[in-house]
């Protein structure tokens, strides 16, 4: 096999992997502008709008989120206990769906 041969290879096997390891960052900022909140996983629920999620967990805050997971590493949370519940928790569930509207 020749270098060029190999380096195609190689190339292409990065892609194949590059596309399924793809991960995310979010950050809370404060209303001050502090990060509040940093990590790999969404504090609030990303199936609801933002709209209607981020008031609970700090009023005036704003979400950045990047599929760049630079900074990442160490997470953290400072919002108050409980207001970052996790994906799919109260106060973020969705009723069943016989009880939606």
Known sequence: ????????????????FSTTASAACYLVYAPDGQI?????????????????????????ARLVFSSDSYGCETPINRLAKGSAAGVGEPPFARPARADRG
């Open 36 to 60: 509040v909140y940093r990590d790999a996983e969404p504090p609030v629920d990303m199936s609801r709008p933002l709209h209607q999620t981020m008031p609970s967990v700090m009023p005036g």
């Open 1 to 16: 096999m020749t270098l060029s041969a190999k380096f195609a290879l190689a190339l292409s096997a990065s892609a194949l």
